[in-house]
T-cell receptor, first 112, second 115 residues
Framework: DAKTTQPPSMDCAEGRAANLPCNHS???????VYWYRQIHSQGPQYIIH???NNETNEMASLIITEDRKSSTLILPHATLRDTAVYYC?????????????FGGGTRVLVKP | GAGVSQSPSNKVTEKGKDVELRCDPI?????LYWYRQSLGQGLEFLIY????????KSGLPSDRFSAERTGGSVSTLTIQRTQQEDSAVYLC?????????????FGPGTRLTVL
């Protein structure tokens, strides 16, 4: 799987949008960008994934650059409960049996 | 159920005892994974089940670890003769490959403490 690079930490004000960057310059054409998060003492939580088009769901939006070398996860209105470590991963399409590996992630602290 | 469930949520055991951890995947998900996560560390893959295929056991750290999946649904991870280094959070995830991508949904985990 392609390597990703994320800032180690960032702070965000409650109620504001949180924009989390991820670089994946070696991504292959058949690899998806996935985002998970892990709140303290909980299991990882799937957020969103995309291939090349921007995606939005009830949790977040995913913006992927045209060259697919980077992406941004957007939490539109951050709440205190969004404090977590956020992981950006690239994985092959239809990757049955493909083990998830988390890098360092971005530790996001949402402040009141 | 609506999500992946695991039991127990916490397990404290003495060194040398056997433990069983249970995972109930999302209904209809054919793929099931076990991982473990030590304090402050990343995910360590243990084993993968897909339908009726032979499981991928390549991540099991020793022969004290085994897992089975009965009827293509519930899975049990067994650790025999537990050691202190087995202390970790054991996570189960399931996915439906039929939907086109292997999006894995995790359970809350079982925190195992070996004294």
């Amino acid at each position: 799987d392609a390597k990703t690079t994320q800032p180690p930490s960032m702070d965000c004000a409650e109620g504001r949008a949180a924009n989390l960057p991820c670089n994946h310059s070696t991504i292959s054409g058949n690899e998806y960008v996935y985002w998970y998060r892990q709140i303290h003492s909980q299991g990882p939580q799937y957020i969103i994934h995309g291939l090349k088009n921007n995606e939005t769901n009830e949790m977040a939006s995913l913006i992927i650059t045209e060259d697919r070398k980077s992406s941004t996860l957007i939490l539109p209105h951050a709440t205190l409960r969004d404090t977590a470590v956020y992981y950006c991963i690239v994985r092959p399409q239809k990757a049955a049996g493909n083990k998830l590996t988390f890098g360092g992630g971005t530790r996001v602290l949402v402040k009141p | 159920g609506a999500g992946v469930s695991q039991s127990p949520s916490n397990k404290v055991t003495e060194k040398g005892k056997d433990v069983e951890l249970r995972c109930d995947p999302i209904s209809g998900h054919t793929a099931l994974y076990w991982y473990r996560q030590s304090l402050g560390q990343g995910l360590e893959f243990l084993i993968y089940f897909q339908g009726n295929s032979a499981p991928d056991k390549s991540g099991l750290p020793s022969d004290r670890f085994s897992a089975e999946r009965t009827g293509g649904s519930v899975s049990t991870l067994t650790i025999q003769r537990t050691q202190q280094e087995d202390s970790a959070v054991y996570l189960c995830a399931s996915s439906s490959v039929a939907l086109g991508t292997d999006t894995q949904y995790f359970g809350p985990g079982t925190r195992l403490t070996v004294l």
